[in-house]
């Protein structure tokens, strides 16, 4: 098993940064793949970027590529997700998730979440 813990969020104004970070625990050689994904009220959940574990190789989709960047620290099984110049429709809970697999958009292990809220 591998426990993921969301960390980082918080109120912002927009144009603001914040840096989320999920420390996994267990069985974290395990991981293969992590993403982080967001849910917003009355919103589907939406994939906004992923990185491979042992590359650090990431990507994201066209709605924050250019401003969230995504890395992770093995030594500290822990990934990071770097958020630049918020918008308050980036207001969500964000979620990590691990997969054991190559197999994009499924996910073995979630986070309880962290809220980000943006104001505009």
């Known amino acids: 098993q591998v426990k993921l813990v969301e960390s980082g969020g918080g109120l912002v104004q927009a144009g603001d940064s914040l840096r989320l970070a999920c420390a996994a625990s267990g069985r974290t050689a395990s991981i293969y793949r992590m993403g982080w994904l967001r849910q917003a009220p009355g919103k589907e959940r939406e994939f906004v970027g992923g990185?491979?574990?042992?590359?650090?190789?990431?990507w994201y989709p066209d709605s924050v590529k250019g401003r969230f960047t995504i890395s992770r620290d093995n030594a500290k099984d822990t990934a990071f997700m770097q958020m630049n110049s918020l918008k308050p429709e980036d207001t969500a809970v964000y979620y990590c998730a691990a997969s054991k697999t190559g197999i994009i958009g499924e996910y073995d292990y979630w986070g309880r979440g962290t809220q980000v809220t943006v104001s505009s």
């Open positions: 990185i491979w574990w042992s590359t650090g190789g990431a």
